[in-house]
């Protein structure tokens, strides 16, 4: 399931900067942050950092210092900011709505948040870094 719009990502040198962008709306209840997760070649998906609706953020260590989340919330859009980036960076790199699991409650207020509908990931962007 594809709804997030992605830009950004290219070909940088090792050391450069990248930021990627995701179209995304966290105006829903159902919906608690917006994570990146990234996938090289040969490897698992793995979730690298994410913005809660509240705009904490959280990072995995391997990126932690180098990369930052903010977003936009009058264009609805998050960036990932990659700094200091190192050839392990390269990889394909998707924005995804995480869910609330089964619902929500929200100020008395009951929200069903079935997976059908949202949990959507983006389209993804390479980003490879050259040594």
């Known amino acids: 399931q594809i709804r997030l719009v992605q830009s950004g990502g290219g070909l940088v040198q090792a050391g450069d900067s990248l930021r990627l962008s995701c179209a995304a709306s966290?105006?829903?209840?159902?919906?608690?942050?917006i994570d990146w997760h990234r996938q090289a070649p040969g490897k698992e998906r793995e979730r690298i950092a994410g913005?809660?609706?509240?705009?904490?953020?959280y990072f995995e260590d391997f990126v932690k210092g180098r990369f930052t989340i903010s977003r936009d919330q009058d264009i609805d859009t998050v960036y990932l900011q990659m700094n200091d980036l190192t050839p392990e960076d390269s990889a394909m790199y998707y924005c995804?709505?995480?869910?609330?699991?089964?619902?929500?409650?929200?100020?008395?207020?009951?929200?069903?948040?079935?997976?059908?509908?949202?949990?959507?990931w983006g389209q993804g962007s390479q980003v490879t870094v050259s040594s």
């Open positions: 913005i809660k609706s509240n705009d904490e953020t």
């Open positions: 966290m105006d829903t209840p159902c919906i608690s942050a």
């Open positions: 995804k709505e995480e869910v609330y699991e089964g619902s929500v409650t929200v100020g008395g207020r009951y929200f069903p948040c079935p997976t059908a509908v949202y949990g959507f």
